[in-house]
Nanobody
Framework: QVQFVESGGGLVQPGGSLTLSCAAS????????MMWYRRPSPEKGREWVA????????RYSDSVNGRFLITRDIAKSTMYLQMNDLKAEDTGVYYC?????????WGQGTPVTVSS
């Protein structure tokens, strides 16, 4: 079955960097658009952060554009989110999401805390 497992979250100081990973399984990884979302706090909804298409095109939200980089390794069925110049407002739980055969699939999330 389709499955996503995120990793790489943690505590980082403002201005620091962190790279998240999303290991995918159960489908042809390179054939579908993949996305990163985050939930800033439990009472807020998930917000879109970045995406990478099946052709490798990328898009970013305005809040992270120029600081975050989304990439993928098709051979490893893994997507990455390199986060640089982190700010307190980047704190949250980060999720990967894929739309596979008209169904949405989400990982369990990995928490990121940006604090001094």
């Amino acid at each position: 079955q389709v499955q996503f497992v995120e990793s790489g979250g943690g505590l980082v100081q403002p201005g620091g960097s962190l790279t998240l990973s999303c290991a995918a399984s159960g489908f042809k990884f390179g054939h579908y658009i993949m996305m990163w979302y985050r939930r800033p706090s439990p009472e807020k909804g998930r917000e879109w952060v970045a995406e990478i298409t099946s052709l490798g095109g990328t898009r970013y939200s305005d809040s992270v554009n120029g600081r975050f980089l989304i990439t993928r390794d098709i051979a490893k069925s893994t997507m990455y989110l390199q986060m640089n110049d982190l700010k307190a407002e980047d704190t949250g739980v980060y999720y990967c999401k894929g739309n596979v055969d008209l169904r949405e699939y989400w990982g369990q999330g990995t928490p990121v805390t940006v604090s001094s």
